[in-house]
């Protein structure tokens, strides 16, 4: 079986200006490096499709969705929050980002792919039912996750979340669902200060400043595995945040590409063991150009067994 990767031209179109640090250099270096790697050639590649307003209901609002629809500019920009900014081609992308993962969702659960990894943007996890944040307009896993659930009935969906920033939108839509399990890790004190409320579906594990990959390793040993196994998910879905490397700015934490391939292996063997396989990867953080790159080679090396 092959890996999947789905990503559009549009996502380079979406910008928040010149010293914003969710850039479209973020996909074209991701791109360059899979290039350069090799790996390019042995993946299956689609095209982001646009996902409908009905699709973004499965998650937000309809009065979220008219507000964000209502703000898009005919030109320049327009803020959302102070670090949430569209342009003129943001709506489109923010429809193709939360596609994408609709799209590797069909893919893996048609048996046309194993499983996918989505190079989106704009990111999602932050966005709320209610509320764009955090550089993210509509929760792209989370949107995936209901939409297996509607489209192909699955009842236990994992959502992975190794972001360096708690995936506050995500926990929002699923908080205390015995439908998810949602197993994450983020620095802490830190944007967006949230993830320390108690629910029975929730496996969140603050780490503070330098945690390097040995703890995070241990974590996932100790506490995300085993609630994995319990709950024996028929799809995991990642939120494959790489701002916890330890070259990004953006976070203090310490992790490097081996790590990733490290926590990625340990989701293909649950996957391999509960889900027939079937992981949807989809892009969050990152924000250190060379370390983006290097990073997602590695998670999709790892996701394709290259």
Sequence with gaps: MTTGYITHPDFLKHEMGSHHPECPERIQAINDQMIRSGIDRF??????????????????????IAFVKDQAPQSGYAMLDGDTIMNPHTWQAALRA?????????????GEVENVFCAVRPPGHHAEPTRSMGFCLFDNVAIAARYAMQAYGIERVAIIDFDVHHGNGTEAAFFNDPNVLMCSIFQHPFY???????????VNVPLPAATRGDVVRSVVEEKWLPALRNFEPQLIIISAGFDAHREDDLGQMGLVEDDYVWITKRLKEIAHEYANDRIVSCLEGGYNLSALGRSVVAHVKALADI
Excluded: C, F, R, T
Aim: charged fraction near 15%; hydrophobic fraction near 45%.
């Design 192 to 202: 967006p200060y949230s993830g320390l409320d108690p629910a029975h579906n929730m």
């Design 43 to 64: 993946l299956h590649h689609l095209d982001a499709p646009l996902a409908s307003e009905e699709q973004l209901e499965l998650v937000h609002s309809p009065d979220h």
């Design 98 to 110: 939360a596609g994408a993962a609709i799209a590797g969702v069909d893919a893996v659960m048609k």
